[in-house]
């Protein structure tokens, strides 16, 4: 839990809840860690996932999609406690992936008449259309949550629990996987591997998930 720290930028997958790491947040909610910016595409249930972090005050802002299904996220966001910066959902994935393989910037015509989108967004013409100019996502750590994985951090995904995991694990200067099941080198088919473990620096057995009747 070294790497966590009041301040830091946060990434994480999951989508509604699902597909987050439920016991990395609990780890991060008994370290008391504060004032973070959370990025990611939701801000979750009240007490389910990253919403945990959020309907507690830990965070300063929220780089997400929607922030609906939380609504703590909307009162500290009314009240301003809460910084939020809304991005489409594709265009949020794409800032992610973006980050990810090292690039600075994408190219956007999703929102450009839209004022909560394309507010302080530069633009940019080429050949002859005019684009949003939407900076990639990094953060300091990305936790994600995945079904397996093997010593060497390879990591494959249940379902739609997969969802944002992929990107998040590539776009994190440090990448903490909350496994379901961790197995030995070589069990792992070469072809069902969706993160290798390139990207992902540690990988900790879960607890248990608090999400499986999240959208029931």
């Known amino acids: 839990m070294e790497y966590f720290k009041d301040g830091m930028t946060l990434m994480f997958g999951g989508f509604g809840g699902v597909g987050t790491p439920p016991s990395l947040i609990d780890g991060i909610l008994e370290k008391g860690v504060s004032n973070l910016t959370l990025i ?7 007490h389910i996932g990253i919403g945990k972090l959020v309907s507690q005050g830990r965070a300063s802002k929220v780089i997400a999609s929607h ?4 609504p703590f996220a909307g009162q500290f966001m009314h009240e301003g406690k809460l910084e939020v910066e809304f991005s489409p959902q594709g265009i949020l ?77 590539m776009a994190g200067d ?3 996987a909350e496994v379901e099941e961790i197995i030995s080198l070589g069990s792992l088919d070469p072809e069902e591997i969706i993160t290798p473990g390139v990207f992902v620096d540690y990988v900790i057995p879960s607890k248990g998930v608090n999400w499986t009747w999240a959208w029931e």
């Open 174 to 176: 440090i990448t903490i």
């Open 67 to 70: 922030i609906g299904s939380n």
């Open 40 to 46: 990611g595409n939701d801000t979750g249930f009240p």
């Open 93 to 169: 994935a794409e800032r992610i992936r973006a980050g990810g393989v090292g690039l600075p910037a994408i190219l956007s015509d999703i929102g450009m008449d839209n004022e909560i989108v394309a507010k302080g967004k530069p633009r940019l013409c080429l050949n002859g259309r005019d684009y949003l100019v939407e900076s990639a996502l990094t953060a300091e750590v990305s936790i994600v949550y995945a079904k397996k994985a093997d010593e060497y951090g390879n990591l494959i995904y249940d379902k739609s629990a997969r969802n944002t995991n992929p990107l998040v694990a």
